[in-house]
């Protein structure tokens, strides 16, 4: 999120027409990550409002004095704020289940009105960035979404007046097939950091405890151990 909206500042700047979706579209099968999501897009709403050193985002992006940045939760049993849809030149971002994020796009929102359903699809389907966590949690999903944008690209290829979709799926277990972010053998060469991590030693210690049998017998010696190896400064 904190990099989308940095480089869409940076975009708009400079450019005026960024190249970059104007509307991030964090979407992940879990409820509980929804939460977290929200917490820290609202965390970078809180930052834009109260940092100094941010004005010049706020001006990029086409805040007005004391106008938060959009931001919006699509789940259930949680009320839409509909901040998302107050101007749609406006940068946003909108955290949801698939569910919710899938029956808007797809015009059959859950309690969107019949008159406000192509709304909600034309604001989530053009000039869109869908982040799909977790996506090998919903493959379909992410399927549909694929040819929403492969669709979106062939009908409109000049581009200028309807931005398309675009996905960006995000897994650690998934087989997403196209070029994926990864690490470069001049980061493994040169940077110390990802060497140290990627070749640290890893040792195992085998240490034999007496207890009576009972099955909180592992607890204290499990925590001492864990305490003293917290503190070890070696």
């Known amino acids: 999120m904190a990099l989308w909206l940095i480089a869409l500042a940076e975009q708009m700047r400079d450019e005026g027409k960024p190249s970059l979706a104007r509307r991030l579209v964090y979407v992940v099968d879990r409820r509980a990550v929804v939460d977290q999501a929200t917490e820290e897009a609202e965390r970078i709403q809180r930052r ?3 940092v100094p050193e941010l004005a010049w985002m706020r001006t ?28 749609p030149s406006k940068p946003a971002i909108v955290v949801g289940t698939v569910d919710m994020t899938g029956s808007r796009l797809l015009f059959s929102g859950y309690g969107v009105s019949r008159g406000m359903r192509p709304v909600h699809a034309a604001m989530l389907g053009v000039d869109s960035l869908f982040v799909l966590d977790e996506s090998h949690l919903v493959p379909a999903f992410e399927r549909l979404l694929a040819q929403i944008a492969q669709a979106d690209a062939r009908i409109w290829p000049e581009q200028e007046i309807i931005r398309p979709l675009k996905l960006l799926p995000l897994s650690a277990t998934g087989g ?3 070029e994926a972010f990864t690490l470069t053998e001049k980061d493994k060469a040169e940077d110390r950091v990802v060497g140290r991590r990627l070749y640290a030693a890893k040792q195992l210690e085998i240490r034999p405890v007496e207890t009576d049998g009972g099955k909180d017998a592992l607890v204290e010696p499990l925590v001492e151990a864990a305490w003293a190896l917290a503190f070890d400064e070696t």
Do not use: Q
Request: aromatic residues 6%.
């Open 48 to 50: 834009l409002d109260e």
């Open 176 to 178: 997403y097939r196209g």
């Open 60 to 87: 990029a992006l086409g805040l007005a004095d004391e106008e938060p940045l959009p931001v919006s939760t699509l789940r259930g049993r949680l009320a839409d704020n509909r901040a998302w849809l107050t101007d």
